[in-house]
């Protein structure tokens, strides 16, 4: 009978540890938020989102999500202090129309609302190199490392941009570029997904490096002119010829017969001059050389 007793004391002790050992969470209702930093945040510029959840205590979670333009680009989970404040910095780095939310337990905050204007105009620093980096995002390529300032590079994938989204054909940069590139939008779409392959699109005069799915690199590039045209199908890569040729073309990929796409000057940016081929961007050509591989298809369209 005393065993029985013991037994059952013991029980209930550890029953009371246990109980003590996990308290619930007293939080009373949504978290409350607010934003610090600049009144009117620009791209690059640094927010923190800071709230408190009603009756949190350490080990309660809140949810901050950051979307942009409808688009989710942050989410993470914070915990909250002893007091029940959290804080979550993020940077400003898409577009356009921000929304931040806090939510726990089913629970959401009053949405923190702003907008980010892109620059007018490009200057060197951080904001070029997010542009620069922005077009290599979207499939464009603009030389390699990515630059701090708006080089011929840049240039070169911008003219490809515009090309690929029917704009005017110069090296103009635009606001609505900006814009469209930091929402993920106007890159090119292939018509092809498999393998390592090359596409060339004759009615926007552009040709796309394609690994699979993936859009690896989009260039300006000038095909045959009406007298000359560029045969259009389906070919494969057979021959490489580095350097110079006694007819100017700089790293030739040969598909069919004479047909190449190569380094040329000039490649003009509003219409189709080559002799048949495609011309590509001679700073850009060693770079197309290196990725094609003998073997590899290539795709002509309109």
């Not at 003009?268 to 080559?274: K, N, R, T, Y």
Request: proline share 6%; charged share 15%; with cysteine.
């Amino acid at each position: 009978m005393k065993r029985v007793a013991l037994t059952c004391a013991l029980a209930s002790a550890v029953a009371v540890v246990a109980f003590s050992a996990a308290p619930a969470s007293a939080a009373t209702g949504p978290p409350t938020l607010d934003l610090s930093g600049p009144k009117s945040p620009g791209l690059l510029d640094k927010v923190t989102a800071t709230g408190t959840l009603p009756g949190g205590v350490p080990g309660d979670q809140v949810t901050v999500t950051v979307q942009a333009s409808g688009r989710t680009v942050d989410k993470k989970q914070v915990g909250v202090g002893g007091d029940g404040g959290f804080s979550f910095p993020f940077v400003v780095d898409a577009c356009c129309a921000y929304e931040v939310t806090a939510t726990s337990g089913g629970q959401g905050s009053q949405p923190q609302r702003f907008t980010v204007r892109v620059p007018k105009h490009l200057r060197k620093g951080a904001i070029s190199h997010l542009y620069n980096q922005s077009l290599v995002d979207e499939g464009y390529y603009t030389g390699g490392r990515v630059s701090g300032k708006y080089n011929h590079g840049s240039q070169l994938a911008t003219l490809a941009f515009r090309k690929v989204n029917n704009m005017a054909r110069n090296y103009q940069y635009k606001p609505v570029i900006f814009e469209k590139l930091l929402q993920d939008k106007g890159a090119f779409r292939p018509r092809y997904h498999s393998g390592h392959h090359v596409e060339v699109d004759i009615s926007r005069q552009v040709m796309a490096l394609v690994d699979g799915d993936k859009v690896v690199a989009t260039f300006h590039v000038s095909t045959g002119k009406p007298s000359t045209p560029t045969v259009r199908g389906t070919y494969h890569f057979y021959r490489k010829d580095p350097g110079y040729n006694s007819e100017g073309m700089y790293y030739s990929v040969y598909f069919i017969r004479g047909y190449a796409t190569h380094g040329y000057n000039p490649v003009p940016m509003h219409e189709a001059a080559s002799h048949g081929c495609v011309r590509n961007p001679i700073p850009f050509s060693t770079y197309i050389y290196n990725w094609i591989h003998l073997g590899d298809a290539i795709h002509i369209y309109e």
